[in-house]
């Protein structure tokens, strides 16, 4: 049968119109049948354009034909290697389309994101919270520093810190302390020098099981220290060293101290008065120093130094303190402490290992003289006990004059002895006691005269040795010194320093 002129449809045979187009069975013409001889066979069953697709709309343009590929015998055999199927999943691509050409232009500049407003809003609001945090933070770790001196003279560290509650623990080196109302005050090991000072604290809140750190950075402008090295000179003194900078002024006693050359203040002290007198036993000096410091700011910081130092122990037994002699020569006799040492105007004494001395002391020339008798020992002050001797031609002499402005009746010395130490008394009587210990004499005297209640017994403290007996009548020329440690019938006996006795006949 002939194909269809038109479309291409073979008619069945005898048909006159083509059963696809409607074309006139004419205009066909003739082919060879499909599945003929010669031809290839390209499928069975009927050629079909497609349902819903109508015969009359224009076929849609034809695509470029596929290359045909080559025949495997015509292309070059290369060695490949055998395909794992267990791989072939993995090596199947996927064709994607080629993607179109880019624009030669210049791509739009992205878009820029707005932040809503709400968050710019927020923003300033978390920065200004944390800066109040940070503020917060920083305020409640503050913790300010002072350096001052504690009465001792030992340097120590104020610490205030608002925030920190009640018996939080600051701790700096080896030291430590206890917050109380936000202060604690920290001693430091001396000495402490000027200038800046930076240094790490440690801060343990209670109930904390650590302790943070905190920098310390505070400023020295001023050192305070006792000076004991003028204990040594033959008027001792105690000074107070101040070293700061020129601007501070250091103020005692309302006086400004000026500083000297080597830029160092001293404010010295005389304390030999409280060094002297006799001592059995070793004493401390205490001596209190106020002071001002006023900074170049207007602010005033005062002050206290308590000077305490240990004092040496110094006795005279003879010949006490004062004696009147009618010869060249008198014994100086007494104690100190063990392996001390012991000078008469500076020149050295004999000490024994005990402690105690004796020296036969001259005095070349009649008048009163004064003699300085001094005890010293390492680490500790001196003590002073000033001897007067009167050396006269004539002890009758004297004793005329001694009577002139003494009082001599044992009523007025027996009440209210206490008020009347000092007083000169001549007291005649009977020995009834006499003891010597070394170069010293203790006697006990029963008074005559303004006696109204017998005995009226007074005991005498003679500095030296005597080989009076008991029962002897002798007159004794001395000094009121108060109320004896012993009693008689429930009295208490006066107590007279004897500068010399004479005999009665």
């Avoid at 917060?136 to 608002?162: I, K, M, N, Q, Y």
């Avoid at 001396?190 to 920098?215: F, I």
Wanted: hydrophobic fraction near 35%; aromatic fraction near 4%.
């Amino acid at each position: 049968m002939a194909a269809c002129a038109r479309c291409g449809a073979v008619p069945e045979p005898g048909a006159t119109v083509c059963p696809s187009c409607g074309a006139a069975a004419d205009g066909v013409r003739a082919t060879a049948p499909l599945g003929s001889d010669g031809e290839p066979r390209l499928g069975s069953g009927t050629l079909v354009l497609g349902s819903g697709v109508p015969i009359d709309a224009p076929l849609p343009a034809a695509s470029p034909p596929k290359p045909v590929p080559e025949p495997e015998s015509a292309r070059p055999r290369r060695h490949q290697p055998r395909p794992n199927p267990l791989r072939v999943r993995q090596r199947l691509r996927v064709e994607r389309p080629p993607e179109p050409a880019r624009l030669a232009e210049t791509p739009p500049p992205p878009r820029t994101r707005r932040l809503p407003w709400a968050l710019w809003l927020g923003v300033p609001v978390l920065v200004l919270g944390g800066l109040v945090l940070v503020s917060t933070l920083s305020r409640r770790r503050s913790v300010a520093a002072e350096a001052r001196f504690d009465p001792g003279g030992r340097p120590e560290l104020h610490l205030s810190c608002p925030s920190c509650p009640d018996g939080t623990s600051l701790t700096l080196g080896e030291a430590s302390a206890v917050t109380r109302d936000g202060h604690a005050v920290l001693a430091l090991p001396p000495p402490l020098s000027l200038g800046r000072q930076r240094s790490t604290l440690e801060v343990k809140e209670p109930g904390q099981s650590r302790a943070r750190r905190e920098e310390l950075d505070y400023e020295v402008d001023f050192v305070v220290s006792a000076d004991q090295r003028g204990l040594g000179h033959p008027e001792p003194k105690l000074a107070l060293v101040f070293d700061a900078k020129p601007e501070v002024s250091f103020v005692v006693d309302g006086r400004v101290v000026a500083p000297s050359p080597n830029g160092i203040r001293r404010y010295e002290l005389g304390v030999r008065q409280e060094l002297t007198g006799p001592a059995k036993q070793p004493t401390t000096l205490r001596k209190k120093i106020p002071y001002l410091i006023k900074r170049p700011t207007g602010e005033s910081i005062r002050g206290e130094i308590e000077l305490v130092v240990p004092v040496v122990p110094l006795s005279v037994d003879a010949p006490g303190e004062s004696i009147v002699i009618e010869g060249s020569s008198f014994v100086l006799a007494g104690a100190t402490e063990r392996d001390g040492l012991v000078t008469v105007e500076g020149r050295p004494i004999t000490v024994d290992p005990s402690g105690r001395f004796a020296q036969l002391m001259s005095v070349s020339a009649i008048g009163d003289t004064t003699v300085s008798v001094r005890a010293s020992a390492p680490g500790r002050a001196p003590r002073f006990f000033p001897i007067r001797v009167k050396r006269v031609a004539s002890l009758a002499a004297e004793a005329a004059l001694f009577e002139r402005r003494a009082q001599g009746s044992y009523a007025a010395i027996a009440d209210a002895t206490e008020q009347k130490v000092g007083w000169a008394v001549v007291l005649e009587g009977k020995l009834t006691e006499v003891k010597s210990d070394g170069y010293a004499s203790s006697l006990l005297l029963d008074v005559d005269k303004g006696c109204r209640e017998p005995p009226c017994l007074v005991r005498l403290a003679l500095g030296e040795r005597t080989n009076l007996a008991p029962g002897t009548g002798v007159t004794a020329y001395g000094y009121l010194a108060g109320k004896s440690a012993e009693s008689v019938g429930g009295r208490g006996l006066p107590e007279v320093r004897v500068e010399f006795l004479r005999g009665r006949p």
